[in-house]
């Protein structure tokens, strides 16, 4: 038998065969690629990031359980009522929409695996009107699961009210939308007046729904007993800012034996109060912060005076009179320019028939920079509890700006007041969804700030709930083809999500979700 070399692979010593190896090594993975690639097939990309932490959330904190009751009181249902209601609670943190669109649009767009994508739109809107005959057990079985959870106490519970307006004009199909003085300065749209009651850590207890023209003083007629009958709490301290301040309110808070904090309109009190506005009466706290305490018919008036208060103050004004004095100069100053502009016409007087500044007024007004009140009949607390409890409102002031921002509840795009109390149902879940969310992220962020200083690190940037979820849309599900299985993929989780899986203490999920055949 003769022998022959084709092809020299180099001598073995000189270690030429591994190169050759690792050389046809890639070239036969590019081959494998080419060819499974022939078998795998990706049509689409779902949103999955939101769904696990919001189900998580609700499945924790109650939601889902109360969600279950419901559907097993309509056990004739034709549909998943469960589904509907987690995906409009989705909808309104990834994407809010009306909920045509929602069905138009956005149905297709979430993991279908967690909602329901062939639900009808006629289901969607008889799911709103089981929410709103359920309003008030959800409300009670939420407060009663995160207090036989978290020991909450409704002790102190905050209160403000805003409105929220509608795309028409309409007032003859309920009773809820109506005209009304709006804080959004749209007088041309019908409205309705908000209640929303929250602890003193923002989590949102219950809400009430007024007609847009109803005045904010008779919103508390009977509140103190309703919310004492629907918690089973014996202490009731109801905080709520200047704009709820008047005596009949106050009478009616007594006459349910509520105790109360409010904020304390100051513009008549300069004769009822001694010493309203003269720093000699104060006690100083520090050099920026002085206190004094007095009473007015029997209640506790608080006083304080603050210097970052008094720049403010004066700061906002000299806005208001730099824009003032650029229209005093221009030729075209007409009276009417000034005295229909609330801001403008405390401080322009009419000296014959032309506008003029009215310096003393403003003299008058730099005089009161700085000093804020609140009245309390709450006896067991000091004066700088009580000024801390009132500075809690800030929560409830935050709430109002997420429900409107970050959950677009309004404008409302609904007609009956069932569609409309079951909209605000939905965003009263989703903001509970939040402040829960907000509550366990900000414990988390507490502990590695506390790790950073003691390291003397650099302290982490906070994040917030929107955030988190903004970054936690782009982690999708995608089903690849690959011959006859279809395997379903997550794409990769960002920094920021993760700490919010880290702050609920939930596992990454695997990169494979599941196999199907």
Same mark, same amino acid.
């Given at each position: 038998?003769?022998?022959?070399?084709?092809?020299?692979?180099?001598?073995?010593?000189?270690?030429?065969?591994?190169?050759?190896?690792?050389?046809?090594?890639?070239?036969?993975?590019?081959?494998?690629?080419?060819?499974?690639?022939?078998?795998?097939?990706?049509?689409?990309?779902?949103?999955?990031?939101?769904?696990?932490?919001?189900?998580?959330?609700?499945?924790?904190?109650?939601?889902?359980?109360?969600?279950?009751?419901?559907?097993?009181?309509?056990?004739?249902?034709?549909?998943?009522?469960?589904?509907?209601?987690?995906?409009?609670?989705?909808?309104?943190?990834?994407?809010?929409?009306?909920?045509?669109?929602?069905?138009?649009?956005?149905?297709?767009?979430?993991?279908?695996?967690?909602?329901?994508?062939?639900?009808?739109?006629?289901?969607?809107?008889?799911?709103?009107?089981?929410?709103?005959?359920?309003?008030?057990?959800?409300?009670?079985?939420?407060?009663?699961?995160?207090?036989?959870?978290?020991?909450?106490?409704?002790?102190?519970?905050?209160?403000?009210?805003?409105?929220?307006?509608?795309?028409?004009?309409?007032?003859?199909?309920?009773?809820?939308?109506?005209?009304?003085?709006?804080?959004?300065?749209?007088?041309?749209?019908?409205?309705?007046?908000?209640?929303?009651?929250?602890?003193?850590?923002?989590?949102?207890?219950?809400?009430?729904?007024?007609?847009?023209?109803?005045?904010?003083?008779?919103?508390?007629?009977?509140?103190?007993?309703?919310?004492?009958?629907?918690?089973?709490?014996?202490?009731?301290?109801?905080?709520?800012?200047?704009?709820?301040?008047?005596?009949?309110?106050?009478?009616?808070?007594?006459?349910?034996?509520?105790?109360?904090?409010?904020?304390?309109?100051?513009?008549?009190?300069?004769?009822?109060?001694?010493?309203?506005?003269?720093?000699?009466?104060?006690?100083? %706290? =520090? #050099? *920026?912060?002085?206190?004094? /305490?007095?009473?007015? &018919? +029997?209640?506790?008036?608080?006083? $304080?005076?603050?210097?970052?208060?008094?720049?403010?103050?004066?700061?906002?004004?000299?806005?208001?009179?730099?824009?003032?004095?650029?229209?005093?100069?221009?030729?075209?100053?007409?009276?009417?320019?000034?005295?229909?502009?609330?801001?403008?016409?405390?401080?322009?007087?009419?000296?014959?028939?032309?506008?003029? %500044? =009215? #310096? *003393?007024?403003?003299?008058? /007004?730099?005089?009161? &920079? +700085?000093?804020?009140?609140?009245? $309390?009949?709450?006896?067991?607390?000091?004066?700088?509890?009580?000024?801390?409890?009132?500075?809690?409102?800030?929560?409830?002031?935050?709430?109002?700006?997420?429900?409107?921002?970050?959950?677009?509840?309004?404008?409302?795009?609904?007609?009956?007041?069932?569609?409309?109390?079951?909209?605000?149902?939905?965003?009263? %879940?989703?903001?509970?969804?939040?402040?829960?969310?907000?509550?366990?992220?900000?414990?988390?962020?507490?502990?590695?700030?506390?790790?950073?200083?003691?390291?003397?690190?650099?302290?982490?940037?906070?994040?917030?709930?929107?955030?988190?979820?903004?970054?936690?849309?782009?982690?999708?599900?995608?089903?690849?083809?690959?011959?006859?299985?279809?395997?379903?993929?997550?794409?990769?989780?960002?920094?920021?999500?993760?700490?919010?899986?880290?702050?609920?203490?939930?596992?990454?999920?695997?990169?494979?979700?599941?196999?199907?055949?």
């Amino acid at each position: 038998m003769k022998q022959r070399i084709l092809m020299s692979l180099g001598r073995v010593e000189d270690n030429r065969i591994n190169e050759v190896t690792q050389a046809i090594k890639k070239f036969t993975d590019h081959v494998y690629a080419i060819d499974a690639a022939k078998e795998i097939d990706v049509k689409q990309a779902y949103i999955l990031g939101p769904l696990l932490i919001l189900e998580s959330v609700m499945e924790g904190w109650g939601i889902n359980k109360i969600i279950e009751k419901i559907a097993a009181k309509h056990s004739r249902l034709e549909y998943n009522f469960c589904k509907i209601i987690f995906t409009l609670i989705v909808s309104r943190f990834i994407q809010p929409v009306s909920k045509l669109s929602l069905y138009d649009n956005w149905l297709q767009k979430f993991y279908p695996e967690r909602i329901d994508p062939e639900v009808s739109l006629h289901h969607i809107y008889r799911s709103l009107d089981l929410l709103a005959a359920e309003k008030e057990n959800i409300e009670i079985f939420l407060y009663q699961y995160s207090k036989d959870l978290f020991n909450m106490s409704v002790d102190v519970v905050l209160y403000d009210l805003t409105t929220l307006r509608f795309e028409s004009t309409r007032i003859d199909l309920d009773t809820l939308r109506r005209f009304g003085y709006s804080k959004e300065k749209r007088n041309d749209c019908t409205q309705i007046v908000l209640g929303l009651l929250t602890d003193a850590e923002g989590i949102p207890l219950c809400f009430e729904a007024h007609p847009g023209n109803t005045f904010e003083g008779h919103t508390l007629n009977g509140i103190v007993n309703k919310m004492r009958e629907k918690f089973q709490v014996r202490r009731f301290i109801f905080v709520a800012d200047r704009g709820l301040f008047s005596e009949d309110n106050l009478n009616d808070l007594r006459k349910e034996k509520g105790e109360f904090i409010v904020g304390l309109r100051l513009g008549k009190m300069e004769n009822k109060i001694d010493g309203l506005y003269d720093i000699k009466h104060y006690t100083w %706290l =520090n #050099e *920026k912060l002085a206190m004094y /305490e007095t009473t007015l &018919d +029997g209640d506790r008036v608080i006083l $304080t005076w603050s210097a970052d208060r008094a720049e403010r103050d004066r700061k906002s004004r000299e806005d208001i009179l730099q824009k003032i004095r650029k229209k005093l100069s221009s030729k075209k100053a007409k009276v009417k320019n000034f005295v229909t502009n609330e801001n403008y016409k405390k401080y322009v007087t009419i000296e014959g028939k032309s506008p003029v %500044l =009215n #310096e *003393k007024i403003i003299r008058e /007004e730099s005089r009161k &920079d +700085g000093f804020f009140a609140v009245i $309390t009949n709450v006896k067991n607390m000091t004066s700088s509890e009580i000024i801390l409890k009132y500075k809690q409102l800030w929560r409830i002031e935050d709430a109002f700006g997420e429900i409107k921002g970050t959950f677009k509840t309004r404008p409302i795009f609904h007609w009956t007041d069932n569609r409309i109390i079951g909209h605000l149902m939905v965003c009263f %879940l989703c903001y509970f969804c939040q402040s829960l969310l907000t509550r366990e992220l900000r414990k988390m962020q507490e502990k590695l700030k506390s790790k950073a200083i003691e390291k003397k690190l650099i302290k982490p940037r906070p994040l917030t709930v929107p955030m988190a979820i903004s970054e936690l849309s782009s982690v999708l599900a995608i089903p690849v083809n690959v011959g006859a299985k279809k395997i379903w993929v997550r794409t990769d989780i960002g920094e920021n999500a993760q700490k919010l899986f880290k702050a609920l203490n939930m596992k990454i999920p695997p990169k494979i979700i599941k196999i199907e055949q």
